[in-house]
């Protein structure tokens, strides 16, 4: 999901390109200062430069991107306005918030990031599940926590989390807890960035 300021509402229309919108300038309207969250994984950072450089290049904005992660984002959106736009925004966890913005006329939805849509999930290899079905279910993955060892502690199954700042961290661990994980054996472990999601991801 892309979001932004309903300031740029009658400079920007909203229409998928390359993976966040495109924009038009009409005859009267000039683009001004915009401000872009440039949030701390891959695929946003991406569609922040595309966008900003889309923004400068062809309709003569002054942009300037503005770091930021999903939660501190979300609400500085909607309370405060800033940044003016937030190229890929997950919402499940903030539906609430933004929606209450949109209705305020304090945000806007400006279509999907990804063509397809996205899943948001916790995730077995598909080898893993080849070779023992059961994993599909999550009373099978607690019944096997020997086959997620813990990276530090033999004795303990581990359970990758999110990094601090994105609204998974808060979500893994409600989701953790509900699922009683720990007395299946599991520790939910704390990958610190998202370079250390992605590499963990790697080396599996």
């Not at 009409?26 to 915009?34: A, E, K």
Request: hydrophobic share 40%; net charge negative; aromatic share 8%.
């Amino acid at each position: 999901m892309a979001l932004l300021k309903p300031s740029l509402r009658s400079f920007i229309l909203c229409s998928l390109i390359v993976y966040s919108y495109s924009v038009a300038a009409s005859s009267d309207t000039t683009c001004g200062d915009v401000t872009i969250a440039d949030m701390n994984w891959n695929s946003a950072t991406l569609m922040a430069h595309v966008d900003q450089f889309i923004l400068e290049h062809g309709y003569g904005c002054d942009t300037s991107l503005v770091p930021g992660d999903t939660m501190p984002t979300g609400v500085s959106m909607t309370e405060k306005g800033q940044p003016d736009i937030a190229p890929e925004f997950w919402t499940n966890s903030h539906k609430v918030m933004l929606d209450k913005g949109v209705q305020e006329g304090r945000l806007r939805y400006a279509g999907n990031a990804f063509s397809q849509g996205g899943n948001e999930g916790f995730w077995v290899p598909k080898y893993m599940v080849d070779a023992h079905p059961e994993l599909a279910t999550i009373d099978g993955i607690k019944a096997h926590p020997e086959l997620f060892p813990h990276p530090e502690d033999p004795d303990k199954a581990a359970f990758m989390g999110c990094p601090a700042g994105w609204t998974c961290q808060i979500s893994a661990k409600h989701i953790f807890d509900a699922l009683e994980l720990e007395d299946a054996g599991f520790e939910i472990i704390d990958p610190g960035s998202a370079a250390g999601l992605a590499g963990t991801i790697a080396r599996a």
